[in-house]
């Protein structure tokens, strides 16, 4: 009987010592996050905030705005400084604006991010994990779970997820990484606040989101983006 009491005890002690497999660990932020069912049936958002870059002659702080409906939709405007993005996807175009006043057809490498964008962006994680090629694996660095998978777009990304909240903390791939921070509740899921893109440890971006709204139509992106549409129309 002791023997068969210490051996029940090893055997639950090694259980709970066990790590969860990557795809528990990812299952298990998107519940955190409010479910993969609440977050596939997104139909659209638009994000509103401020943005600092960080560059060679120092930082720059302007707008942050992106509007997205699925998975059709994707915009993006940036203005900080030096820095002037207007670009996205509808109607099947890819349009790239060096100023409000001229848009062209985007780069067939920027029409490709676009079209990954309007499928993925916010939810990324519900795509992703299917596209891992090789068996990730999962380790326990105090607090947080990390993962390394390969996937087959991407390559070789690690992710980190915190143990207190559950959450998607960092990706990383190469040497670029982006924390995601600061994560509210929206309309039955949670959505990261705040946005910390670095390249080597250095930041580059830092996004800080005042407005998060959902949306149905492209007519709801707002005038930012008018000459966009306008440019998908003709």
């Given at each position: 009987m002791v023997h068969s009491w210490f051996l029940v005890a090893a055997v639950l002690a090694c259980a709970c010592a066990s790590s969860p497999?990557?795809?528990?660990?990812?299952?298990?932020?998107?519940?955190?996050?409010?479910?993969?069912?609440?977050?596939?049936?997104?139909?659209?958002?638009?994000?509103?905030?401020?943005?600092?870059?960080?560059?060679?002659?120092?930082?720059?702080?302007?707008?942050?705005?992106?509007?997205?409906?699925?998975?059709?939709?994707?915009m993006v405007s940036i203005s900080a400084g030096s820095i002037f993005v207007l670009e996205g996807l509808c109607k099947g175009k890819s349009i790239s604006c060096p100023e409000p006043s001229f848009c062209t057809p985007a780069s067939p490498e920027k029409a490709e991010e676009l079209a990954k964008t309007a499928t993925e962006a916010n939810r990324e994680l519900l795509f992703e994990r299917s596209r891992w090629s090789w068996a990730a694996t999962a380790e326990d660095n105090t607090d947080f779970w990390t993962i390394r998978a390969s996937d087959t777009r991407e390559g070789v990304v690690?992710?980190?997820?915190?143990?207190?909240?559950?959450?998607?903390?960092?990706?990383?791939?190469?040497?670029?990484?982006?924390?995601?921070?600061?994560?509210?509740?929206?309309?039955g899921i949670r959505l990261p606040f705040e946005l910390v893109d670095e390249v080597e440890g250095r930041p580059v971006f830092h996004i800080k989101l005042a407005r998060v709204s959902m949306l149905n139509d492209i007519s709801d992106c707002g005038p930012t983006f008018a000459p966009i549409v306008a440019a998908c129309q003709a």
């Open positions: 497999t990557p795809q528990s660990i990812v299952s298990s932020a998107l519940n955190r996050q409010g479910g993969e069912l609440q977050i596939s049936r997104l139909t659209g958002l638009k994000r509103v905030g401020t943005m600092v870059a960080f560059g060679p002659h120092g930082r720059s702080e302007g707008t942050y705005e992106t509007c997205v409906i699925y998975p059709s939709v994707a690690v992710y980190r997820f915190s143990k207190t909240t559950g959450l998607l903390a960092s990706k990383s791939r190469g040497e670029r990484s982006r924390e995601y921070l600061d994560w509210r509740p929206l309309g």
